[in-house]
T-cell receptor, first 115, second 112 residues
Framework: DAGVTQSPTHLIKTRGQHVTLRCSPISGHKSVSWYQQVLGQGPQFIFQYYEKEERGRGNFPDRFSARQFPNYSSELNVNALLLGDSALYLC????FGAGDNNEQFFGPGTRLTVL | GEDVEQSLFLSVREGDSSVINCTYTDSSSTYLYWYKQEPGAGLQLLTYIFSNMDMKQDQRLTVLLNKKDKHLSLRIADTQTGDSAIYFCAGPWGGSQGNLIFGKGTKLSVKP
């Protein structure tokens, strides 16, 4: 079975542009979470979606938005890019939105560079 | 917010044991996780422990949890060069299982 897949793997944008990142969860998983990992830091939570509804939002500006589709894949959108948005964006999938041991499995990430 | 502390670097010789430590402030967690990240890659779930356990062993990995001191550790026995990576502890301290809070990571270097 394929794991979590993300596209694209690398992306270079300039300040002010918009970007869309995509994630396909493990087959059968209904929840997707997005994380931002800047160099030298641990991942920081951005959003969680479960059954197409937002279940959690981290401390990120409104320039960040996301959605989940009927097939449980997800998109993360970032508007008006800033230099500080340069990071590795990680998608994680899990079976459920919550619960005792809702293990999260991560994709390889999308490396975004903003010039 | 939740504060999760890890030492940034650890260097060991091949064949030795490695111990990676993590301290946290929120005591409401249920499951706690250890992830491994190799250069340029995503995160690999290594193991987890439930908060009513003190220890969990999984092949070369041993997780110890001291709830009183809010201290979590990962011991890797017979450390190999392939274990060189960054190790993160994480817990659902963000309020839901879908919102994991991570430490800054410990970079493990294994010397032959």
């Amino acid at each position: 079975d394929a794991g979590v897949t993300q596209s694209p793997t690398h992306l270079i944008k300039t300040r002010g542009q918009h970007v869309t990142l995509r994630c396909s969860p493990i087959s059968g998983h209904k929840s997707v979470s997005w994380y931002q990992q800047v160099l030298g830091q641990g991942p920081q939570f951005i959003f969680q979606y479960y059954e197409k509804e937002e279940r959690g939002r981290g401390n990120f500006p409104d320039r960040f938005s996301a959605r989940q589709f009927p097939n449980y894949s997800s998109e993360l959108n970032v508007n008006a890019l800033l230099l500080g948005d340069s990071a590795l964006y990680l998608c994680a999938s899990s079976l459920f939105g919550a619960g005792d041991n809702n293990e999260q499995f991560f994709g390889p990430g999308t490396r975004l560079t903003v010039l | 917010g939740e504060d999760v502390e890890q030492s940034l670097f650890l260097s060991v010789r091949e064949g030795d044991s490695s111990v990676i430590n993590c301290t946290y402030t929120d005591s409401s967690s249920t499951y706690l996780y250890w992830y491994k990240q190799e250069p340029g890659a995503g995160l690999q779930l290594l193991t987890y422990i439930f908060s009513n356990m003190d220890m969990k062993q999984d092949q070369r990995l041993t997780v110890l949890l001291n709830k009183k001191d809010k201290h979590l550790s990962l011991r890797i026995a017979d450390t190999q060069t392939g274990d060189s990576a960054i190790y993160f502890c994480a817990g659902p301290w963000g309020g839901s299982q879908g919102n994991l809070i991570f430490g800054k990571g410990t970079k493990l270097s294994v010397k032959p």
